[in-house]
């Protein structure tokens, strides 16, 4: 079962950044696509991006032009760039790997000023 470890939440002023961290444990991480989403109180968890092994990536439309997700297959890691930030962004995001139920513990972001 793969182990998943999410890094790199905090406290941000509305137009500021963040940048989101997830290592999974495993082998064979860059056949596996790898997904962020996020879960604010009283919501549903929502998928915010994706990417494949070979880098191809989407996200919802409320991110587009603010978010970037990568990926260091050497390092078995994804990232999220998060600029823009806005308080609607504020929520536990997760990573996690296609073609498994596992979830991180999730790292918070909250955007407030």
């Known amino acids: 079962q793969v182990q998943l470890v999410e890094s790199g939440g905090g406290f941000v002023q509305p137009g500021g950044s963040l940048r989101l961290s997830c290592a999974a444990s495993?082998?064979?991480?860059?056949?596996?696509?790898m997904y962020w989403y996020r879960q604010s109180p009283g919501k549903q968890r929502e998928l915010v991006a994706t990417?494949?092994?070979?880098?191809?990536?989407d996200y919802t439309d409320s991110v587009k032009g603010r978010f970037t997700i990568s990926r260091d297959n050497a390092k078995n890691t994804v990232y999220l760039q998060m600029n823009n930030l806005k308080p609607d962004d504020t929520a536990v995001y997760y990573c996690?790997?296609?073609?498994?139920?596992?979830w991180g513990q999730g790292t918070q972001v909250t955007v407030s000023s």
């Open positions: 990417i494949t092994g070979e880098g191809i990536t």
């Open positions: 495993g082998s064979l991480f860059n056949f596996y696509v």
């Open positions: 996690k790997r296609g073609g498994s139920n596992s």
